[in-house]
């Protein structure tokens, strides 16, 4: 046994191969089959003499290790070019996958962030909770179209159509009409920090029922990331003169304003629900449970459907809501409508809603971590920057710059943060 192992270990690049053991059974037979068998046996060694001298095999267990050099499967595969085609190609799909994987998992941020360039040019001939509306019932319908097609069932039980009615309630209807309201009372600025601030919810909420746990880096990565959006989207003389006073002063005008108005109209006093600062915050509140709650939904439904589905019952109160409320004003301003608006209009709905969603949510239920995931909502605002600027001649200061780049370091630390906490508490990141 020693002079093998060292005859093994003079063999240069030596690999372990592992293949079933074979059991060969010897069956008492007549002398012709006998002889058959002994014959063939001959021919065998004979052929093989030279592999059985490069070949050493172990029985282990139910199986047999062999140690094979390196040179004979070099041999072996380059007899064969179809194997070396093959194992060529299949390392280019490998090298593929990461980067086309990368795309998708960006691609909703990158869409909703250029939508909302859409929907800026879309306001004057549309209203809020009309625009909300449309982005989710054909979305809807097109993610349930596509699910059909490619065979995904659709809900069946009772539980099955809690949770997707649950889920249209509290991410498409609740979501989208804050987010409308919101709007119409606070500057786009200060709203989009609030709106895109929801990763900090959904650490705390994955924290409590999924048993996420953010490791320093996190922590340190949802820091940097509030301030990256407060120096993309904060106008720089709110910065300069001092946010908070600056806040404190917008807050305390608009109070004054509204109190005085219901004052001098016999009406209540000013309430909390005249701040769109508060709307904004709702929208971001329930887009995190939407983000938490996708994975119990998908217990009972196919996750891409239920997206479908809660964007059409989401949707449904929001267009009754914009019938009743906007009425001849939103008659008036869908007849002015252009071409370009309805190419707009096609984008934010099929790109912005459809694919955005249906690939953020898909995301949600294979992805490990999901705060790690709802950190990338951090680069929403950097593809609406770059959008306005590329389609509006909307200019970028080097304050903004210095924000995005604060910003994608954070989305880079939280992700690494995460990845190394999930692998020591034996979770799986994909």
């Not at 009772?158 to 498409?172: I, K, N, P, R, T």
């Not at 989208?176 to 989009?192: D, H, I, V, W």
């Not at 601030?197 to 650490?203: K, R």
């Not at 983000?291 to 939904?297: A, P």
Request: with cysteine.
């Amino acid at each position: 046994m020693a002079q093998t192992q060292r005859a093994l270990l003079a063999r240069p690049k030596l690999q372990l191969l592992r293949r079933p053991r074979r059991r060969v059974a010897r069956a008492a037979g007549n002398s012709n089959n006998s002889t058959d068998s002994n014959n063939s046996n001959s021919m065998t060694a004979s052929n093989d003499t030279n592999t059985a001298d490069d070949l050493a095999c172990y029985g282990v267990g139910a199986e047999v290790e062999c140690v094979v050099p390196e040179y004979e499967i070099n041999n072996l595969t380059n007899g064969n070019g179809s194997s070396s085609s093959k194992l060529s190609t299949t390392q280019e799909r490998s090298s593929v996958a990461p980067f086309i994987d990368t795309l998708l998992l960006i691609s909703p941020f990158f869409f909703w962030g250029t939508s909302m360039v859409a929907m800026k040019e879309l306001g004057p001939h549309t209203t809020p909770l009309f625009l909300a509306a449309w982005r989710l019932i054909p979305a809807g319908i097109v993610l349930l179209l596509w699910a059909q097609a490619t065979g995904r069932k659709q809900p069946s039980s009772s539980m099955a159509w809690l949770a997707v009615a649950l889920f249209g309630l509290a991410d498409g209807a609740m979501f989208q009409g804050f987010l409308a309201e919101g709007l119409q009372r606070t500057s786009a600025g200060l709203g989009s920090v609030i709106i895109d601030s929801q990763p900090l919810t959904v650490a705390l909420l994955a924290s409590l029922f999924f048993g996420e746990r953010l490791g320093k880096l996190g922590v340190l990565g949802l820091g940097m990331g509030v301030l990256g959006l407060l120096l993309l989207e904060v106008p720089p003389e709110m910065l300069s003169n001092g946010f908070l006073s600056t806040l404190a002063t917008t807050t305390t005008t608009t109070t004054t304003a509204a109190i005085s108005t219901d004052l001098a109209a016999s009406s209540t006093s000013w309430s909390l629900w005249d701040s769109g600062e508060w709307w904004m915050l709702l929208a971001a509140q329930s887009m995190a449970i939407g983000t938490v709650m996708v994975r119990w939904v998908a217990k009972y439904c196919d996750p891409v459907v239920a997206t479908g589905w809660h964007m059409i019952l989401g949707g449904i109160p929001l267009t009754v809501l914009a019938l009743v409320q906007d009425g001849g004003e939103l008659s008036t301003k869908l007849a002015a409508i252009t071409p370009s608006d309805v190419g707009l209009l096609v984008y934010v709905s099929l790109l912005g809603s459809a694919a955005s969603y249906g690939v953020f949510f898909y995301e949600a239920t294979v992805r490990g971590n999901l705060t790690a995931l709802s950190s990338l909502t951090f680069l929403t605002p950097m593809f609406a920057a770059a959008g306005g600027y590329v389609a509006l001649g909307e200019t970028l200061t080097p304050l903004q710059l210095f924000g995005a780049s604060v910003t994608l370091g954070a989305v880079t630390l939280l992700n690494s943060g995460n990845d190394n906490n999930n692998n020591a508490n034996g979770k799986k990141t994909e």
